[in-house]
């Protein structure tokens, strides 16, 4: 029997999931500009683009307006992003909105706040990501870019608002599932390859080459190592959250185990007399009340940004122990 039109498009959403992420020589040019001409102010954008299979084109970008938290301020910003799309519509260029670009400090963009974006993306558009660039990163002589989307676990439970230790287990979700990296490739037409063949000098070192020398990384390492203390502070906090509600819940667990060892005598003594047992459980007293458990989201997203920051040190400290060993073997020459 042949299939409608919408069985085979819902069976290829299924078995079609993002793979990869192909963006555009410009597009990265213009994130890089609009992030590091506002930097160490973040900002971010809109992305435009295709959604084919399991590839995400994105094909253009253009930057949100700097704005304060303001209602007024807001509804302008909704009106330019619709505006601009309604002109390049008009001109003939992709405006299908994929996602969005934004610009972090050092790696810090684990936040209860780019979840609440990525859901409100979601509402309207199938898959969209999320690229995250670090200018304070890439002065490293590193291309900080990167492309990220919610886990569909994660989602489920963040749409129920339930991050209790009982659904995380069943869920089988850690700390590492809440976001997922796609691999971004990047893509130029053969006249935009042929034209910048053409640029190319006679030698082929260029800034980038030079900033990968750079001896000192002293400022970038102190500061991730101060983010990385202000993370465990905050991780220590939570973890007293939770030792808090466990000391109740056991002290609550007692004096329930107390009140039922007492109505359980009461009622030996009640059956003795010959008359009726009272109930075992009294919803009426509030020792019965449940503890609520403290959402784990938090200490989920601060173990998150601590192994970024770990990855980050880890990865500059191998990178400057290179280039010691580099020049000491220079100097010796």
Known sequence: MARSFLQVAATEEVASPLRVVQIEGLVILKIIKHCKEFSPALVTGQLLGLDVGSVLEVTNCFPFPIR????????????????????????????????????????????????????????????????????????????ALKALKLSDSFMELYRNNNFTGEKLREKNLSWVDIFEEIPIKVSNSALISAFMTELEADTPVTQCDYDRLQLSTNPYMERNLEFLIECMDDLSMEQQKFQFYYRNLSRQQGQQQAWLQKRRAENMARKTAGEDPLPEEDPANPIFKPIPEPSRLDSFLITNQISNYCNQINGVAGQSFSRLYLMKALHEN
Request: hydrophobic share 35%; aromatic share 10%.
């Open 68 to 143: 304060e938290e303001d209602e007024e301020i807001e509804a302008d910003g909704a009106n330019y992003q619709l505006e601009m799309m309604r002109c390049l519509r008009e001109v003939n260029v992709d405006n299908n909105t994929v996602g969005w670009y934004q610009s972090t400090l050092l790696g810090s963009f684990q936040t209860v706040e780019l979840i609440e974006t990525f859901m409100n993306y979601q509402e309207n558009i199938r898959r969209c990501v999320c690229i995250i660039y670090d200018p304070s990163r890439s002065n490293q002589g590193v291309l």
